[in-house]
């Protein structure tokens, strides 16, 4: 196991298109955490998932986000009709029960024209 | 929600100076704070940590206070080196969610 793994790593898309990143956590990891992150900001929180349960999603999210976990493993992150302020890097993260530790991946950097 | 402020925003050192960190969280429950460092175009990666049982913690050039009371936790960088220019960000941990400051840039200068 590498590490948290994330593609595509680089996305460029047209306004109003869909995309799809996908993040694979370290295996025995429980929690996978989603977030944005754009120059010089911190990570802002968007969502989090405990196994396949997403447990809270950021209400700065509007209803064009959506994540999902389907068996506790991946996790994918879909952002539907995109709009230039969606432009950011997407950081996923995981972490086990017992140290809170994150553990980033590399992200996914989404440019929209 | 929990809010984390952090300051500075930037912060320039000569190389073998201390720097300081400074952050505040508004939310009493949290009781975690990690430290990560990124450095540019790379990933955030956890230098450090401190739980609210505990007030202060070392490793090496590196140490964490926390004052509960105030809700203010630092981080100390001695003997600074090259190698500690990047980002770090605080952060505060309650139920699991983590929360980030917005991030200082230190400058170790040669």
């Known amino acids: 196991d590498t590490g948290v793994s994330q593609n595509p790593r680089h996305k460029i898309t047209k306004r109003g298109q869909n995309v799809t990143f996908r993040c694979d956590p370290i295996s025995e990891h429980n929690r996978l955490y989603w977030y944005r992150q754009t120059l010089g900001q911190g990570p802002e929180f968007l969502t989090y998932?405990?196994?396949?349960?997403?447990?809270?999603k950021s209400r700065l999210l509007s209803d064009r986000f959506s994540a999902e976990r389907p068996k506790g493993s991946f996790s994918t992150l879909e952002i539907q009709r995109t709009e230039q302020g969606d432009s950011a890097m997407y950081l996923c993260?995981?972490?086990?029960?017992?140290?809170?530790?994150?553990?980033f991946g590399e992200g996914s950097r989404l440019t929209v024209l | 929600g929990e809010n984390v402020e952090q300051h500075p925003s930037t912060l320039s050192v000569q190389e073998g100076d201390s720097a300081v960190i400074k952050c505040t969280y508004s939310?009493?429950?949290?009781?975690?704070f990690p430290w990560y460092k990124q450095e540019l175009g790379k990933r955030p990666q956890l230098i450090i940590d401190i739980r609210s049982n505990v007030g202060e913690k070392k490793d090496q050039r590196i140490a964490v206070t926390l004052n509960k009371t105030a809700k203010h936790f630092s981080l100390h960088i001695t003997e600074t080196q090259p190698e500690d220019s990047a980002v770090y960000f605080c952060a505060a941990s309650k139920d699991q969610k983590v929360t980030f400051g917005i991030g200082t840039k230190l400058q170790v200068i040669p």
């Open positions: 998932f405990q196994n396949e349960a997403q447990l809270e």
């Open positions: 993260a995981s972490s086990d029960s017992n140290t809170g530790e994150l553990f």
């Open positions: 939310d009493s429950a949290s009781n975690y």
